[in-house]
């Protein structure tokens, strides 16, 4: 699985590229607000082109570095799509165009726009990302209209989950869907007291049951990992080329577990990926063999 960094933050990009297990950049417009809100308290004024160009040169050739448009109509989209890769394309050829699967926003009719500017972009050969993927037939969809890259967010799906069963939860905590599984198998236990033939019927039809079944899920969907692998799943069955980022990661045990999905790159926030390199036993290892090689003048074996 390839990993990309997912921050606006130069900083955070550079230094992420240092340790060689980078493969990519992916931003978006709240991601570029709080490095440019950043970077101004620090510079006093950014210019956003020179920024994105650095960002662009910051992860060099052959890593790509999705930028996403703005607007909402796919005409607008692929106009925008035109200018951002003209702009930063050529620094060093790694530009993606994130384009959102559905610009819907309660006004006009736009679900459509995003499928229309993702294939228009196809055919111009831009290559696009399509973002704010919540469902395997939206990553479907895009990757029919000739879509490169579609992100999965894992982590929003877990939010929206949470926040239906009314559970109170922070941003980067890990969500315990098997937990949830096993819960709702349990509240079924209470209605299906070895039902006869003759009953499953109107079993099948009972609202109390339909709801015990649904507990946890969002249209079917168990958990942002479970959307990520459900993607994966049909894309390998059709040999479809599109690539699967999981995306909104929160914690190492969602890059863990959307890693065994098989999913080809997760997008994976600076913090988060050093959270993947803590355990508390790696910790307390490193202080007790310091303390044993000051001990045992270990520093004579060191001297050049
Ligand atoms: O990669 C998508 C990401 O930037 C969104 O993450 O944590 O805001 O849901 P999050």
Redesign the pocket.
Known sequence: MKIFV?TAKLGEIKEAFSWGIVDGV???P??IRKAVEEERKVKGKVDLEVYVGEICKAAGKGRPVSLEVLSQKASKMVEEAQTLYRRFNPIVGNVLIKIPINTYTGQEATDYEGLKAINELSRKRIPTNT?LVMTPEQALLAAKAGAAYV?P?A??VD?YIRKNLGIDFK?NDYFDFELMREISKARLGDYLKNPTAKEIPSLYLDEKIKKAISIGKDKGITSGVDLVRKIVNIFRKYNIKTKV?A????NPQQVREVAETGCDIA?I?FEVIREMLKHTKTEEGVKKFYADAVQAKYEELLKS
Do not use: H, Q, V
């Open positions: 997912d992916t931003t978006n709240s991601l973002t992100s967010f982590g929003r939010d941003k980022i995306a909104s990661m929160r997008t926030p």
